[in-house]
């Protein structure tokens, strides 16, 4: 019967949460409501619990449970045997982690055919309890043996060495031999590292690990994630190398030898051999497996973190933007859209080599300007991108005097030839989407980032490395949280962005696209409820994300959810205000600060939370969170890595943070490097503390190395 555990409290207490919180959270979370509808919608019943603490309470809970499923799964499979005790039963259930858990279960766990089983197979388990016993005496081991020898075991000697390989298990199997060997060799053990095959690393990729030698509590993930990859790649060896003295004294206290015996030396040489043949090896996987583990965490962690900053990017609406895909020999390709990225025109320059045909394309992307009024100019900043920047600056100069700004088209190729491209732009080069894609990214990145495989977007640290379904289900709960922190225009949302929202899918998000194909423009968020296939729960957990901007009422342009409405409806009556007055946000603002919110919200019959809530989205309807960040940087002139000198002063965006630091474009072709160290005049232990993907940052240059590439930069005073 499985046991009965009190999982609740236990997250209570190591989230410092009340009891009732945890209690009524999980209540939530199994009812199927989504994080995001939790977190915004039952802050009364969760005590205002954010995104993050939900997430970290959901994953808790899920490893709880299945630790406690474990327990339940192996203390059956031991009593099946006959051979469950009440100090096991109470090990096991006390049992903090699955690997504690797995260890205990290691002696009952159904094994291969071992040199153990045919050990006592052959009749050689009682010398193995001889050997353990370590009984004093005078008689040798040869002579203890003797009774043993048999037609499949030949000499004592054949009889004790099958007896140790009995002992040898059973000290392998014993749980608090391997927490030794386990705490040990993660305290004191170390990484060694050295070229296998430097022909296999042209690059010098990774040089740095030719000869290397790391504690493993003091490696980092970024340095685990590259001797990974090099090892697999065979350019590098890897060894772990243990306190191997400590922990054969460590061994030989828990299995001590009788001096007196005659078995001791036997003892000796089977804890021995436990270690090197059994526990060794596996421990090093272990661990090995612990460090790549814990590795993956952090730079997924890193990919997710910068994931947030480069989709929360504000848009450039209401541009008309010319997006242009540079490339050499195949042209670059120039798209024009609108301001609700609809295409206008498109066409294909060759200015650069090997045709060269810049005043050609010079006056092809004038007559584009000129004809569908373009304001924006947006460059790729793939190959040949530095080369079109020129061109398009010479243009500015020459010709019409728009700006530009510099677009990272990661993922633009593999949105190109995916079917969802192919749906959108049909009649559309491959090539030829990308550049669209480049023009659409200026006017809303998320819209448009949530088309692509995150994966494909360059903000990570060897994402492509990691448990690639962890990464996966990481990138998609981030999605999911920007997406529908900003919210939705469910009458101009793609199939892609509307599957974010909360409790939809891509089958919902495609009805939803159909419906509004075939009726029009929804007029308000009720009418989204006779979506086929939208049910009570879904249009419950998506509704207050999705938006109407010019609907029936200004509510559903709003965040506040359509279960509250008829609260709305009485804080008006009791306010004396309408919607339909022109000035209504600007009356509700003068009297939001007279308010006795308490007051208000039991008179209202509405918890304190909702109706801040409601109170904020009515002050500011349409309200789009990335409009308050930092506006991208737009240029109107070229700047080189020869024009740069130290102590010049600018201005520039974060384009990606790792470990060490974070890379800044200043306008030039390579991005400048902003170390840990220099981030700030106090000592930053994590660059994200201090910037993120998205940020306008104020820079000094401090050296220039244009051979090697590389702009060091400062953001110290």
Do not use: C, W
């Not at 304001?375 to 243009?395: F, K, M, Y």
């Not at 000035?583 to 603002?589: H, K, V």
């Amino acid at each position: 019967m499985p046991l009965k555990r009190d999982i609740a409290g236990k997250l209570a207490a190591e989230l410092s949460l009340r009891r009732d919180q945890v209690d009524r959270t999980i209540h939530l979370f199994d009812e199927g409501n989504t994080i995001p509808f939790v977190a915004r919608y039952r802050k009364e019943m969760t005590g205002s619990l954010d995104e993050e603490q939900l997430r970290s309470l959901m994953d808790r809970l899920m490893y709880l449970r299945k630790l406690g499923e474990r327990q339940d799964a192996v203390i059956a499979s031991i009593t099946e045997q006959g051979k469950l005790t009440p100090d096991l039963q109470n090990a096991i259930e006390a049992a903090e982690t699955l690997q504690a858990v797995e260890d205990l279960y290691l002696p009952y766990k159904p094994k291969r055919r071992t040199r153990a089983m045919i050990a006592q197979e052959r009749g050689l388990a009682p010398l193995a309890d001889l050997i353990l016993a370590q009984a004093p005496g005078r008689e040798s081991a040869e002579r203890i043996a003797a009774p043993f020898v048999n037609a499949d075991v030949p000499t004592p000697e054949d009889a004790l060495q099958g007896a140790r390989d009995i002992v040898a298990e059973r000290v392998a199997d014993d749980a608090a031999a391997r927490d030794v060997v386990r705490r040990l060799t993660q305290q004191r053990g170390s990484l060694n590292v050295q070229v296998a095959d430097a022909g296999k690393d042209e690059k010098g990729v990774y040089k740095t690990y030719y000869e290397f030698s790391g504690g493993l509590r003091s490696l980092r993930p970024h340095q685990v994630l590259a001797i990974n990859r090099g090892e697999s790649e065979g350019a590098l060896k890897v060894r772990l190398d243990a306190p191997g003295e400590q922990i054969a004294e460590q061994l030989q206290r828990q299995f001590p030898a009788h001096p007196h015996s005659p078995l001791a030396d036997q003892l000796r040489l089977a804890v021995g051999d436990a270690y090197k043949r059994l526990i060794a090896p596996a421990i090093e996987r272990e661990l090995r497996r612990d460090l790549t583990e814990q590795a993956d965490r952090h730079a997924i962690g890193v990919f997710a973190t910068n994931l947030v900053g480069l989709l929360l990017q504000p848009p450039l609406k209401d541009h008309v933007v010319l997006g242009i895909d540079p490339g050499f020999r195949t042209g670059s390709k120039a798209a024009v859209v609108d301001a609700t990225g609809k295409v206008l025109a498109t066409a294909t320059i060759y200015p650069h080599p090997p045709q060269n045909e810049r005043v050609k394309a010079l006056h092809t992307l004038v007559d584009l300007i000129r004809a569908h009024g373009v304001d924006l100019i947006a460059i790729g900043n793939g190959t040949a991108s530095r080369e079109t920047e020129e061109l398009v600056a010479a243009l500015i100069r020459e010709y019409e005097p728009v700006k530009y700004l510099i677009v990272n088209e990661a993922g633009a190729s593999v949105y190109s030839a995916s079917p969802l491209a192919r749906a959108e732009l049909p009649d559309m080069d491959v090539s030829m989407r990308g550049a669209v894609s480049i023009a659409r990214r200026a006017l809303d990145p998320l819209a448009e980032l949530v088309k692509i495989d995150p994966r494909s977007i360059g903000v990570g640290l060897y994402q492509h490395d990691v448990d690639q379904k962890a990464l996966e289900g990481k990138l998609s709960e981030v999605i999911e949280t920007v997406v529908n922190r900003v919210g939705v225009n469910a009458n101009t949302a793609s199939p892609a962005l509307l599957q974010h929202v909360a409790g939809l899918g891509p089958k919902l998000a495609e009805r939803i696209v159909e419906a509004r194909d075939a009726d029009g423009p929804f007029r308000s968020r009720l009418a989204i409820r006779r979506v086929k296939g939208m049910g009570d729960k879904t249009f419950e957990q998506a509704a207050g994300f999705l938006r109407i901007p010019d609907g029936e009422t200004l509510l559903d342009n709003t965040g506040v959810h359509p279960e509250s409405y008829p609260v709305v409806k009485r804080l008006l009556q009791q306010l004396d205000l309408s919607l339909d007055d022109p000035g209504f946000t600007e009356r509700l603002l003068r009297l939001r600060p007279s308010l006795d919110l308490p007051a208000l919200a039991r008179s209202l019959e509405v918890g304190e939370p909702t109706l801040a809530d409601i109170l904020n989205d009515l002050t500011r309807p349409g309200r789009d969170p990335r409009s308050e960040l930092p506006a991208p940087i737009l240029r109107s002139d070229v700047l080189k890595m020869e024009d740069l000198k130290p102590g010049m002063k600018l201005k520039g965006t974060v384009r990606n943070v790792v470990d060490f630091g974070a890379f800044v474009d200043i306008g030039v072709k390579q991005d400048g490097l902003v170390h840990i160290s220099e981030l700030s005049e106090f000592r930053v232990r994590d660059p994200y503390e201090i910037v993120s993907v998205g940020d306008v940052v104020d820079v000094t240059v401090k050296s220039v190395d244009p051979e090697r590439g590389r702009i060091a930069l400062s953001m110290r005073e």
